[in-house]
């Protein structure tokens, strides 16, 4: 495991950026994981703008997103497929028919994983899979709790989770409980894993991720066992380290 020790959240957005914009250039045909949440975004903006000076080019890439709320249709300003066309595909010359995110509308569960599932293998697996931390430990939406996720799965989001996204929302009834997200096994076929991770609330949980037990109860805790993981992380989430 590398460890980035970046000034703030800036530099920790061009740290990352760097390294996938490295995947893109080594394997023009890569196929990117992606993650959504306020901390990438400064990743996706520094990439749109290597982009528009002509450093990057998108054009063979595919990606595969972790996860989307159950119930909401693309074209919903919160669902994640929205926020990865407003905050990064639209701004680049990414082919859109080859990025995946969950079927929000498909009422049908196990159908819905069973179908994200077979994405993910067709693809030959992700090359480089981008990932943010929750307070609880969460990566993608695996939330804490007895056993390590493996597949593609609905899952009932955490109390603690729907609290972190009311904020986007007009009130916290207009919530999803539900989410299809990659699972754990998904998440560690990556053949890379880059965590970007900021701000002194995230210290105490990235602490527990890169020290304590490997354990369900602190999910992304089972990076430890990946053997290619690369964590950028900015001063004040490193606060414990």
């Known amino acids: ?13 061009r740290k990352a950026a760097n390294i996938i914009s490295a995947q893109v250039i080594m ?12 901390t990438p975004v400064g990743t996706y903006q520094q990439l749109i703008e290597w982009y528009k000076k002509g450093d990057l080019d998108f054009s063979q890439v595919s990606s595969i997103n972790l996860d989307e709320y159950k119930g909401l249709s693309p074209e919903n300003d919160q669902s994640y497929r929205y926020f990865m066309n407003t905050n990064l595909f639209n701004h680049i010359n990414i082919d859109k028919t080859r990025t995946f995110v969950p079927n ?21 697996g992700i090359d480089l899979q981008l990932l943010g931390l929750g307070h609880n430990g969460h990566i993608g939406f695996n939330e804490p709790g007895e056993a390590f996720e493996r597949e593609t799965h609905c899952v009932d989001l955490t109390e603690s989770t729907i609290e972190a996204n009311k904020r986007f929302f007009e009130s916290e009834e207009d919530v999803p409980r539900q989410a299809y997200t ?4 998904n998440i560690m076929q990556a053949r890379k894993i880059l965590v970007v991770v900021s701000g002194a609330d995230k210290a105490e949980i990235l602490e527990k991720v890169l020290k304590g037990p490997i354990t369900p109860a602190v999910p992304a ?8 993981v690369t964590i950028v ?6 606060g414990r380290i």
């Open 1 to 13: 495991m590398i460890i980035y020790r970046a000034k703030d959240y800036q530099d920790m957005s």
């Open 27 to 38: 394997k023009p045909n890569c196929t990117l994981g992606l993650a959504t949440g306020s």
């Open 104 to 124: 929000g509308l498909e009422a049908d569960s196990q159908k819905a994983c069973n179908d994200y599932n077979h994405i993910i293998t067709a693809s030959g």
């Open 182 to 185: 990659m699972g754990i096994k």
């Open 221 to 228: 805790s089972i990076l430890q066992l990946h053997n290619d």
């Open 233 to 238: 992380a900015d001063e004040a989430a490193l």
